[in-house]
């Protein structure tokens, strides 16, 4: 594997300067999210489609993301992040265009194309600079891009940006140049530095190949244990992503004090990001994070739906920030480590997690948005966040998996 080759420094200079690939990703990702209230009321959208809009992107992944991982593991991560983030780039440019739902729709699928490069080029590319045992660190990094990506787009995009620029179209349009931009500075350090050169071994496209990948992924059983926890933990993220501000504004509160309240949940992300890995690492008890941040979540929708206008609310969305947080990194970090799978299979594991995960993605915001139709409540939906975090309990207690 390329993880000797080279210093460490540079290594965690790589995957920083890596990790801006999923600050723009979720910056432009969110912003549909971030301006949905306006967007409904321009493009007179009803919660059914503004609920498949949140749900687009991870509907791509659902019949794209296998074999997306597949080209990873093969193509490499440098090129292979690179070619993302110009896709979802100029889709952001399109979306900034869309004159209804069918546009709006059809640019933010291309935008998922793109998007599941990111997600599986970054654990690819830890994955080839680092060994098994110390992923954990490195994959909070980009995580962290994330976070940062989304926050920005709910405290600043939204709020301040989107006034000064004129609303949400120039901002689709000036944040999918920005990215870009980046693609291009991206794809200059991938050639001079040679990412893709540091695999051990670059795996054919030949049928035979990607037949025997997938047998060993597919029936694989601890990975499979983290498919359903990956499930569960797309189906929290994005619904909650989704709807949030949304659902605050429904229950009075200004559009930017939902703004920031959003960005409370994912500061609350970031310090599980950042916090639980590494404890789980420390004391070899990845099952246990698991299950301690599930019911960490759990506990935080509840508080959001009994909290009304009250201080529960802040406090349960800081607790299911931190418990979906926790979950991230460590679905992520496992399959590396699992044996059979190591750094070759990276990209196709981390495929197959999302592939069926991001059901539970898509589902999350688009049922959300449902069963507001059928109601005239966001009760529901949270209420089904809730039974998935318990999921993440369950299917932990199962995982026999300990960090070797």
Known sequence: MGHGTGSHRQAYALVVLAAGSYTCLMFVWFSLPAFLSTIIAELDLSSTQAGVLAGAVPLTYI??????????????????????????????????????????????????IGATAITFGLPKLVGVLFPPEATGRPSAIYLIGASAGSALVFAVGRPVLGPWLGGWRPLFFWSGVVAVGYGLCWLLVTWRVDIDG????????????????????LSHRELRLVVVIGTMYLLLHHGLQGWLPTVLESRGFSAAVAGQATSLLIGAYVVGVLVVPTLADRFTARRLALMSCGSIAFLGVVGMIMGGKGGAVAVGIIFAGFGIGGVSPLVRAIPPALEGIGARLTGTAVGFIFAVGEIGGFFGPMLIGVFHDVTGSFVPGLVMLSAGALVVVLAGAMLRYERR
């Open 198 to 217: 540091r695999m051990a071994a670059t795996d054919s496209f030949s049928l035979e190949s990607v037949v025997d990948d997938l047998r060993l992924v």
């Open 63 to 112: 019949p794209l993301a296998l074999f997306s991982g597949l080209a990873v593991d093969r193509v490499g991560p440098g090129r292979s992040l690179a070619v993302g983030v110009l896709i979802y780039g100029v889709a952001q440019i399109v979306r900034s265009t869309a004159g209804g739902f069918p546009s709006l729709l059809a640019a933010t699928l291309f935008l998922g």
